[in-house]
């Protein structure tokens, strides 16, 4: 599927939809724009004055295979803080948590619990007429049938449980809920068989390398599973994933200009043409290194910035940007000091 987003007014990023997707480079004022243009055009609501005149008068566009897309049609999430992962297991019109909860109430199950409920509220009823008529002779009270609507709102709570304790849901540990995130994803794409996007910024601020390694690989397995789940992934700097060569190609490099990535071997392949030397590295080794060199494609100059890099890594770096017809390198660091023969010897042991 061909995606195109707008992120000013006629101003689009085009690429080809993969189920997770790479926006990667130095160009953090591109990637702002494109962040808060979808989370603005989620909301479905009319653009201000002063956004028509960022956007449009037609508002913030976005293209699936030239259709143009309305919001009620795409839902979209995001994760770009700690506050907005816990804001999806709070009660609140469109969380995950509340769609959830509102799904429950059409359980037998539940609405049979309700109806014993309504049936002590009878009971209880006559009783609470009975202490009326001992004040009053014509005023007479009366309980109106409880529903799942008003024991969500009035009765429920949410807590987060752990070694025995509860705690407010504010004070979960987000790192221990990404199962549970899982799997409310994965009920509200069953309940809405709509293609959803999930969009998370900057994961490395708010959850640890380990932990969203292991929510991605979570977050695949649920995309490739349903066919509708497609997740965006944007970084300011290096992300210590399992890249396999399909990541290249659904890698968008954002630095003065943007460029989808083509497939491995072709990249690979063009690469080693323009190599100063024999390009001998495996495919399980060049894959990671030119992810860890995609943070500063296209970066410019700037002598108060110094990018830690080593060898083989400058030099692929010099020759991508060269690829892309960027020839502004910054500073990298020079003054590593060598290992002394003691210092090589113990790295060795210690593997």
Not at 135 to 146: M, W
Not at 214 to 221: E, N, R
Not at 240 to 255: G, H, K, M, R, W
Request: glycine share 4%; with cysteine; net charge negative.
């Amino acid at each position: 599927m061909q995606i195109s987003l707008e992120y000013e007014h006629q101003e689009f990023i085009d690429l080809e939809l993969h189920d997770v997707n790479y926006f990667l480079g130095p160009n953090h004022t591109l990637k702002w724009k494109l962040y808060r243009g979808i989370k603005r055009f989620s909301t479905g609501k009319n653009l201000s004055d002063l956004e028509e005149h960022v956007y449009g008068d037609d508002g913030i566009v976005i293209y699936c295979d030239e259709k143009k897309m309305k919001a009620k049609e795409l839902p979209i999430y995001y994760l770009d803080c700690r506050e907005s992962f816990l804001k999806q297991y709070q009660q609140g019109k469109g969380n995950l948590m509340d769609n959830e909860i509102q799904s429950i109430g059409d359980l037998f199950e539940i609405n049979k619990g309700i109806e014993k409920i309504n049936n002590e509220l009878l009971k209880f009823e006559v009783q609470f007429s009975e202490a009326f008529k001992e004040k009053f002779t014509y005023v007479q009270p009366s309980l109106r049938e409880l529903n799942y609507t008003d024991l969500t709102k009035y009765f429920l709570l949410l807590s987060f449980f752990e070694d025995g304790e509860t705690y407010p849901v504010e004070m979960m540990d987000i790192e221990k809920l990404i199962d549970d995130y899982c799997q409310l994803l994965i009920g509200e794409l069953s309940r809405t068989q709509k293609m959803t996007w999930l969009w998370i910024s900057n994961p490395n601020a708010f959850m640890s390398k380990k932990f969203f390694r292991m929510f991605l690989q979570k977050l695949k397995k649920i995309a490739n599973d349903s066919g509708i789940l497609k997740i965006f992934v944007l970084s300011e700097d290096h992300l210590d994933l399992d890249y396999q060569e399909s990541d290249i190609e659904a890698t968008v490099l954002l630095y003065n200009e943007y460029q989808q990535l083509p497939e491995f071997s072709l990249l690979n392949e063009t690469i080693k043409r323009h190599y100063p030397d024999e390009l001998s590295q495996m495919n399980e080794t060049m894959i990671p290194q030119l992810f860890r060199v995609f943070p500063y494609i296209g970066k410019s100059k700037n002598k108060d910035e110094t990018i830690y890099l080593r060898d083989k890594d400058v030099v692929l770096l010099m020759v991508v940007d060269e690829l892309l017809g960027y020839d502004h390198f910054p500073e990298f660091q020079d003054d590593y000091q060598s290992m002394t023969s003691l210092e090589e010897k113990f790295l060795i042991d210690t593997k």
